[in-house]
């Protein structure tokens, strides 16, 4: 008899054990995103949009998100390009470009939503690791071997431009979690915004630590009157600039006759 005592603890204590190591296996968090749409229109009369991202959490721990120890940062970046930036400086009363730095691949918007400030969600080294946010993208300089404060000036300067025409843009709190495990996020789209493929990305952080990222296209045309004129432009250069001369020619000829005087 005692060995099957002996036998029979075992197996309940096996039983026990199982759940117990179970509930102890570490929570493997990921995220997905989805969009309302994944084209966006723009004609003549596009003053702006908001962009609304959907999204949710696998696997996550029921105990940390009641503790709200979940954050996610939803960026939206537009496609990226070169850009020359330059510096104006007076020269006998007259303010000339004198110095100038390019860039390579630099987003031409970028839009960015998050739960939270984004010193209240990781550590600056961790956004900058992850290249996250407006001011932490790296700018690419054409031109390597500029001084380095040439370059930190000048990259300053391009962040700056982009914030200030609307390009780059941030909305704390633009992430909302509508329950333990579904998020909405909601990005700006400036009036003018590039057309092209805009990429949507989405990171998850758990207690300040960054976990995984999902990532989503959308692609922005012009629509109507605009898209032909812009097919125009791109794929029949001559003809568009002939037209357009032509037109401001006719422009000017028919208000000289409208406007003189006898």
């Known amino acids: 008899m005692r060995p099957a005592r002996l036998a029979l603890l075992a197996m309940l204590a096996l039983a ?8 102890q296996t570490p929570h493997e ?31 996550a721990d029921p105990q940390i998100a009641r503790q709200g120890r979940y954050d996610v ?15 104006k400086d007076r020269v006998l ?10 860039f390579e691949n630099v987003p031409v918007s970028y839009s960015v939503a998050s739960t939270r400030p984004f ?38 300067a391009l962040r700056q431009r982009k914030t200030a025409t609307g390009l ?15 998020f909405r996020a909601t990005v700006r789209l400036a009036p003018d915004v590039p057309v092209g493929t805009h990429k949507a990305r989405a990171f998850l952080f758990k207690n300040g630590v960054f976990v995984k990222e999902s990532s989503a296209q ?16 791109h ?10 001369v032509s037109l401001a020619m006719l422009t000017g000829w028919m208000g000289r006759i409208v406007f003189r005087k006898d």
Do not use: C
């Not at 009363?93 to 390019?102: A, C, K």
């Not at 407006?134 to 990259?155: H, K, V």
């Open 16 to 23: 026990t054990a199982i759940p117990t190591a179970r509930a």
């Open 29 to 59: 968090e990921g995220i997905q995103i989805g969009l309302s749409t994944d084209a966006v229109s723009i004609t003549a009369g596009f003053s702006g949009a908001d962009l609304t991202i959907f999204g949710a959490l696998e696997d």
């Open 73 to 87: 940062i939803v960026v939206l970046e537009g496609p990226a390009r070169p850009v020359v930036v330059r510096r």
């Open 218 to 233: 959308l692609e922005i045309r012009k629509s109507g009157f605009e898209q032909a004129v812009f097919r125009l432009a």
């Open 168 to 182: 780059y843009s941030e909305n704390v709190g633009g992430v909302r979690f509508l329950s333990q495990n579904l």
């Open 235 to 244: 794929n029949h250069g001559f003809f568009y600039g002939f037209l357009s």
């Open 119 to 156: 010193q209240d969600v990781t550590q600056p080294d961790s956004y900058k690791q992850l290249s996250l946010g407006a001011n932490n993208i790296y700018m690419q300089p054409g031109d390597p071997e500029a001084p380095p404060t040439t370059i930190a000036e000048f990259t300053q």
């Open 93 to 102: 009363g007259v303010w000339i470009n004198l110095e100038s730095e390019q």
